[in-house]
């Protein structure tokens, strides 16, 4: 089985790699130059219940290029008497860069005075990120996640996201519009870059995910109709067969190249179409949490790695 799945991984990198001959050109020139960054979503590491100072260290000595917190986590650190000022100083002296963070602020519901104080949190969580260098933030679809949930017209809820958009550009924080598969609201990647566009927002961008497309049952080639820069941030991941795509969660994500995602070969059209963001690895597996926190972040970043170069070798 694993020989097997070694033989298809290599052959989605070969056939990939034929697809534009001028951008294969191009990457082979610098062989050992990865054409984008890797970062650290640190629920990867959550069941170690890591200090943020020691997610921080973590990613550090794991070799990663930046780190992706919780803002949860953050403010925890704040409250206990920690200094964000110092935290920033931290992250950048281990040469690390805070290339996205993650929030839960509650914009896009239907409740005009929810979505009031949604919009006041949100504030204070670009906030919380703008101080320690961060200059993104992911953007759920919370309020409108759940099966019971009412989900607005995509019209409406681009306008929200403007109203969003615009809170950040007061901070200096980018709301990115993350994609949830399991969520009855931007669940496909066509309701995501409607959305975006119809925000009709110079800031506008996407925060799409492995698991959550296929989760989402959207095909891989609709991130050909994204630009490529409005891509900052990409959580990578991948998912094994079983469960089926109708009861898989969270939980059940595994290391890139671990799954049947057939990654080298969405990356290579990803990078052929100009993205040169960050992958942030994103995991939520307990199997993972038992173990060492910077052996996981290692083997993560390895096979992250691993399955970019397949893509463009």
């Not at 019209?155 to 200096?172: D, F, N, S, W």
């Not at 110079?202 to 080639?221: E, Q, R, T």
Request: with cysteine; charged share 25%.
């Amino acid at each position: 089985m694993i020989q097997r799945r070694q033989l298809l991984v290599a052959a989605s990198a070969m056939t990939a790699a034929t697809l534009h001959p001028s951008h294969a050109k191009a990457i082979e020139s610098e062989p050992n130059k990865m054409p984008v960054r890797f970062a650290l979503n640190t629920s990867t590491l959550r069941g170690q219940k890591l200090s943020v100072v020691e997610q921080v260290e973590v990613t550090a000595k794991a070799g990663f290029d930046g780190i992706e917190p919780w803002i949860g986590d953050l403010q925890k650190y704040a409250d206990e008497g920690g200094s964000l000022s110092d935290l920033k100083k931290r992250i950048a002296d281990l040469g690390l860069t805070v290339d996205s963070a993650i929030g839960f602020a509650n914009w896009i519901v239907d409740d005009r005075e929810a979505r009031m104080q949604g919009l006041e949190n949100a504030k204070k969580e670009m906030s919380v990120v703008q101080a320690i260098g961060g200059t993104r933030v992911a953007a759920p679809p919370v309020g409108a996640h759940r099966g019971d949930s009412v989900s607005p017209p995509l019209q409406v809820i681009a306008e929200r996201y403007r109203a969003l958009l615009e809170v950040g550009a007061e901070i200096g924080v980018t709301p990115q519009l993350e994609l949830w598969g399991f969520s009855p609201t931007l669940s496909k990647l066509s309701e995501l870059a409607y959305v975006a566009a119809g925000a009709e927002h110079p800031d506008a961008c996407v925060l799409p995910d492995f698991y959550h497309i296929y989760k989402g049952g959207s095909d891989f080639a609709a991130l050909g109709m994204i630009e490529a820069s409005r891509m900052h941030c990409f959580h990578m991941n991948d998912y094994p067969s079983d469960p089926p795509r109708e009861t898989i969660a969270d939980k059940d994500r595994v290391f890139p190249g671990d799954g049947v995602c057939p990654l080298p070969t969405i990356i290579r059209q990803l990078i052929d179409h100009g993205f040169r963001g960050t992958f942030s690895l994103e995991l939520f597996n307990p199997g993972y949490w038992e173990r060492d926190a910077l052996e996981v972040a290692q083997e993560g970043l390895a096979k992250s790695k691993a399955v970019v170069q397949a893509a463009i070798s």
